[in-house]
């Protein structure tokens, strides 16, 4: 279930870039996916050098 949750998030707030205007899309896209790409790259990387951990949680 929160599997869907996060999918259709995601889909409707992709969803809302039919409702700007041509230039605010022009202006604001190439931003966007340049941060999008930074964060999943600084995530990706994250995992094998260990520059994030959580200490506790759930499970302890």
């Given amino acids: 279930m929160p599997t869907v949750i996060r999918l259709g998030l995601i889909i409707l707030s992709w969803s809302t870039i ?21 964060v999943i790259i600084l995530s990706m990387f994250s ?12 499970l302890t």
């Fill in 47 to 58: 995992i094998p050098f260990g520059w994030w951990k959580v200490n506790g949680g759930i």
């Fill in 18 to 38: 039919f409702f700007l205007p041509k230039d605010a899309r022009k202006k604001y896209v190439p931003v966007a996916t340049f941060s999008s790409l930074l």
